[in-house]
């Protein structure tokens, strides 16, 4: 993925620089060279050492030790990209003002390469009206930002501030050097694929039939074309897509957050086949069989309709699509469905033949144009023409 590229890893302090270590490896088991440079404040949490035997490369974390060994332009000019991870509020704040008091931020003042911070700290200190202008200011200068998260900090304390996880910096990573010219590039692609898995108790549940293979195709396809793509997944046994961020799920309801908290995006493909139904009360223990009694009763009860939901969204993306999949009547059906749920396509598949698991699929696109008959040609196709058709539309 990255075969040849140079990548500069600046580590600042913060509590979650371990996830450096992590995303160093990622980086280098994707083909990069990483070089790593710590700030003074990232040495007192992640070692030299750990990073060298990471990075296969020296490490850098002195302005005047630096400047006899490569020369603090050279390290500046040497990347495709520069990610600061972590990157804390003072980083930010001196990247902001164009301090150059140490080595991380003179290399950050005189680099040429795309700059992508992954913020990490604690959330009154994200809040902070400071904070938020030296992100503005950043962002205005094409500083690409990913992340904080929100949730439990090392204090106990929660909000947002958490540094996003190792593979969600790296997707961005490969959005950042993804070629300006792509189509989808600086678009946001929100995607759903396989099936959802609702419990009866701890070992039993309720499924629909679906392999994920089309969802995944897609989110490969939108990331293709340049997209930074959040893929929220079911329980699917396929190899996880290149340079996407995935999110794995269980539950319709588990799906529906994980896809709220992915917006804002631009780009919704809810191609999951979620299930209508959950167990009303799932069982704590496992259901015993006991020997001369009835089967149990299910109680069901309805579950929210995700699809339906991204679609009456306050952060509605601009382009949403839903999938059907039916075994009678396929076109009328989508056609009902795309005004129903008030999304704006409908990729409809006729699924009473061999579709499910399978590797080709004959689809229609209902969109507020008509229908287009697609012929049947291999997932991957469909997940390229659909991809390209979006890109197209977006243009
Ligand atoms: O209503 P039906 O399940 O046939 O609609 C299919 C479309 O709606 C698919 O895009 C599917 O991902 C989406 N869907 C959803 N949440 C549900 C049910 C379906 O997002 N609870």
Not at 38 to 50: D, N, P, Q, S
Not at 348 to 354: L, R
Request: charged share 20%.
């Amino acid at each position: 993925m990255f075969n040849g590229k140079q990548i500069l890893l600046v580590i600042s302090g913060s509590i979650a620089a371990y996830k450096a270590l992590e995303l160093a490896r990622l980086l280098r088991k994707a083909g990069a060279t990483v070089h790593a440079v710590l700030t003074a404040g990232g040495a007192r949490f992640v070692t030299r050492e750990a990073l060298a035997g990471i990075t296969g490369q020296r490490v850098h974390d002195d302005l005047w030790a630096a400047e006899a060994e490569i020369g603090h332009i050279r390290l500046a000019r040497l990347p495709d990209a520069v990610v600061v991870a972590p990157a804390s509020a003072d980083l930010l704040a001196r990247m902001a003002h164009g301090l150059a008091d140490d080595l991380a931020s003179t290399v950050l003042l005189a680099t040429r390469a795309p700059v992508l911070v992954a913020p990490a700290m604690n959330p009154a200190m994200w809040n902070h009206p400071a904070t938020r202008a030296n992100l503005a200011m950043l962002r205005s200068r094409g500083v690409a930002v990913v992340g904080p998260g929100v949730g439990a900090m090392a204090e106990p304390e929660s909000g947002p501030g958490r540094l996003s996880e190792p593979e969600e910096i790296l997707a961005a990573v490969v959005a950042l050097l993804a070629p300006a010219g792509l189509p989808l590039a600086g678009r946001h692609a929100v995607v759903t694929s396989g099936p959802t898995h609702e419990p009866i108790d701890p070992v039993r549940y309720i499924a629909n039939r679906s392999s994920g293979k089309q969802g995944h195709a897609i989110a490969g396809a939108l990331a293709a074309l340049g997209a930074r793509v959040t893929l929220v997944s079911g329980p699917v046994v396929q190899p996880d897509p290149v340079g996407v961020t995935l999110v794995r799920v269980e539950t319709a309801r588990q799906m529906l957050a994980a896809c709220e908290a992915a917006l804002p995006a631009d780009i919704a493909v809810m191609a999951a086949a979620v299930a209508d139904w959950r167990v009303a009360h799932e069982a704590g223990q496992k259901l015993k069989k006991q020997p001369g009694a009835a089967a149990p009763t299910l109680e069901m009860a309805l579950n929210p309709d995700i699809l339906a939901t991204v679609s009456r969204h306050a952060q509605r993306p601009r382009l949403v699509v839903g999938f059907a999949a039916e075994t009678e009547a396929v076109v009328q059906h989508a056609v009902d469905k795309r005004a129903r749920k008030g999304c704006d396509w409908i990729v409809a598949n006729d699924v009473s033949g061999d579709v499910m698991g399978g590797d080709a699929n004959a689809v229609h696109l209902v969109t507020s144009r008509g229908v287009e008959d697609w012929p049947r040609m291999p997932k991957a196709d469909v997940a390229a023409r659909l991809a390209q058709r979006i890109a197209e539309e977006l243009a």
